[in-house]
Structures are given as C-alpha cells and as structure tokens.
C-alpha cells in the first residue's frame, strides 16, 4: 500500500497492485482495475516513486 493525498487533504492508501491506469488531467487520475477512479495531488512522478520506495522495501524483506 502506498499512501496518497486526495484534492480535499485526506489522506488514502492505495493497494498498488490495483492501479490499471494514471494520467495527468492536470491533476493525476489514477484508475483502478475496479475501474473505480481516484484524484490526486501527487505527481504521477512522485507516485512512481512511491512504488518504487514499496516494492524496494518489500523485496528486501524477502532477502533476509
């Protein structure tokens, strides 16, 4: 889970295996496999990021 801000300041997580498609519109729409969709104020680089950052941590956990 990765955690994002929605345009009204609350906080969510995101189940990132869940994530089909993200665009900028100017804000990042990011659409789930559930085709439910979600705005928020990340950038999609920053979300990436975020990503990255948790499935980094998970795989090093599976290393040990």
């Known amino acids: 889970m990765i955690y994002l801000t929605k ?3 609350e906080k969510i997580s995101i189940n990132i ?3 089909e498609i993200m665009e900028t519109t100017p804000d990042t729409l990011i ?3 559930t085709g439910k969709k979600l705005i928020v104020k990340e950038n999609i680089l920053n979300v990436q990021s975020a990503i990255i950052n948790y ?3 998970i795989n090093s956990r ?3």
């Open 31 to 33: 659409t789930l496999t």
């Open 55 to 57: 499935r980094r941590a």
């Open 7 to 9: 345009l009204n300041g």
């Open 62 to 64: 599976l290393k040990k």
């Open 17 to 19: 295996e869940l994530i």
